[in-house]
């Protein structure tokens, strides 16, 4: 049977919470292992403090309430123009 694990990938600072937070993906590692760079798959990916934004209604693709808004594309965007 394959394992799963939350893997903390990147710490970015949120506008909307201002705070950091950590971006995570779940990544599943087969039974029989290869070496290398590619031994496992990323599956899914979310913010450490999704289910806060959830619960508060954070407008935020990372916390599963507009897939269409993302902080940090947005952060990005802003520092651009
Ligand atoms: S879920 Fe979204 S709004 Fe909440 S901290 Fe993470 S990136 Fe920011």
Excluded: H
């Amino acid at each position: 049977m394959a394992t799963q694990k939350w893997v903390a990938i990147k710490q970015e600072w949120c506008n909307l919470v201002e705070q950091d937070v950590e971006l995570m993906e779940l990544r599943v590692y087969p039974d029989d292992v290869i070496p290398g760079p590619q031994e496992y798959k990323v599956t899914a990916r979310k913010c450490s403090v999704d289910v806060t934004c959830n619960m508060a209604g954070f407008p935020c693709k990372w916390a599963y309430t507009n897939p269409e808004l993302d902080p940090f594309v947005e952060r990005e965007r802003e520092r651009n123009e």
